[in-house]
């Protein structure tokens, strides 16, 4: 089987995009992970796929999978990648679209410059709707690894993040912590594991072990739950800069400790790469 595809990344954070709208084609795990094999196949983080809509009202629907075939429910950069994939494809002449994903409605802004700005929704805080492991829903949760103990703050952006906040990001343990935080008992579904370093009150670096992904050069989710962690904590004042190892993302969030329903805002780049067609081996189901 042979398929059309695009090659997009938002600050390194790199994607496959499926147009399902004009083939007919949704991968399975199998074929998922062949597709972001960085030696067999094309190579990426994610495998992002666009569908017409269900919802009255709404433009496109979005499906996410990761590297190793697990479909997830959202991607913050993905997103931003997404509303300029429908628009260069001619999917749609609007420069702000309607979103369905599997956690709810997004909605992703082509702005005049290039840039791309998503209301992410509002954050989530009960542990049931993470979910996590937890009787109480406090801002810092302990966490216990191997028998060292963590500070986390625990959040879903409609995918779960568990964010502590280190001194150096550089020097951060990401490579041996992030695989056990991702796969600790606590969190049934898994999680993205952020490492925080706070710059000053406006500014943060950040680094995140992604589901399902390993480590990545930029997660906006996981920057918009390390800056709702962060003003939630009050070590941080909106709008946050983001450094991420692929780049910046600016992120914009109203809410407070104790008014949690704002959206957040994330802006960033979207960038398109090539676009080609690959040909499925057989044997993939």
Same mark, same amino acid.
């Given at each position: 089987?042979?398929?059309?595809?695009?090659?997009?990344?938002?600050?390194?954070?790199?994607?496959?995009?499926?147009?399902?709208?004009?083939?007919?084609?949704?991968?399975?795990?199998?074929?998922?992970?062949?597709?972001?094999?960085?030696?067999?196949?094309?190579?990426?983080?994610?495998?992002?796929?666009?569908?017409?809509?269900?919802?009255?009202?709404?433009?496109?629907?979005?499906?996410?999978?990761?590297?190793?075939?697990?479909?997830?429910?959202?991607?913050?950069?993905g997103a931003r990648c997404f509303v300029r994939f429908v628009?260069?494809?001619?999917?749609?002449?609007?420069?702000?679209?309607?979103?369905?994903?599997?956690?709810?409605?997004?909605?992703?802004?082509?702005?005049?410059?290039?840039?791309?700005?998503?209301?992410?929704?509002?954050?989530?805080?009960?542990?049931?709707?993470?979910?996590?492991?937890?009787?109480?829903?406090?801002?810092?949760?302990?966490?216990?690894?191997?028998?060292?103990?963590?500070?986390?703050?625990?959040?879903?952006?409609?995918?779960?993040?568990?964010?502590?906040?280190?001194?150096?990001?550089?020097?951060?343990?990401?490579?041996?912590?992030?695989?056990?935080?991702?796969?600790?008992?606590?969190?049934?579904?898994?999680?993205?594991?952020?490492?925080?370093?706070?710059?000053?009150?406006?500014?943060?670096?950040? @680094? =995140?072990?992604? +589901? $399902?992904?390993?480590?990545?050069? #930029?997660? *906006?989710?996981? %920057?918009?739950? &390390?800056?709702?962690?962060?003003?939630?904590?009050?070590?941080?004042?909106?709008?946050? @800069? =983001?450094?991420? +190892? $692929?780049?910046?993302?600016?992120? #914009?969030? *109203?809410?407070? %400790?104790?008014? &949690?329903?704002?959206?957040?805002?994330?802006?960033?780049?979207?960038?398109?790469v090539f676009s080609a067609e690959i040909e499925l081996p057989?044997?993939?189901?």
């Amino acid at each position: 089987m042979k398929i059309r595809f695009t090659k997009m990344h938002g600050l390194g954070n790199d994607f496959v995009v499926l147009d399902a709208i004009n083939q007919n084609f949704v991968p399975t795990s199998a074929q998922a992970r062949f597709l972001a094999d960085r030696h067999f196949g094309i190579g990426c983080d994610q495998i992002l796929v666009v569908e017409r809509a269900d919802t009255p009202g709404v433009d496109f629907r979005y499906r996410i999978f990761n590297a190793d075939g697990g479909e997830v429910e959202q991607c913050g950069n993905g997103a931003r990648c997404f509303v300029r994939f429908v628009h260069e494809q001619g999917l749609t002449d609007k420069r702000e679209i309607r979103v369905e994903t599997k956690c709810g409605l997004i909605t992703p802004r082509l702005e005049a410059d290039g840039q791309v700005t998503v209301d992410m929704g509002a954050p989530r805080f009960l542990p049931a709707e993470i979910p996590f492991d937890s009787p109480t829903d406090t801002v810092v949760q302990p966490l216990d690894v191997n028998g060292e103990r963590l500070d986390i703050s625990v959040v879903s952006m409609g995918n779960p993040h568990a964010v502590q906040v280190v001194a150096d990001v550089d020097a951060a343990p990401v490579a041996r912590l992030g695989p056990l935080i991702e796969s600790h008992p606590r969190f049934p579904r898994r999680v993205n594991a952020g490492f925080m370093q706070i710059v000053d009150r406006h500014s943060i670096r950040l @680094r =995140v072990y992604e +589901r $399902g992904a390993g480590e990545t050069l #930029a997660c *906006g989710t996981g %920057a918009c739950a &390390a800056v709702v962690a962060g003003i939630r904590r009050g070590l941080l004042d909106s709008p946050v @800069r =983001v450094t991420t +190892r $692929g780049g910046d993302l600016s992120i #914009a969030w *109203g809410g407070t %400790a104790g008014n &949690a329903s704002s959206p957040v805002m994330m802006t960033g780049p979207a960038t398109t790469v090539f676009s080609a067609e690959i040909e499925l081996p057989n044997n993939l189901t």
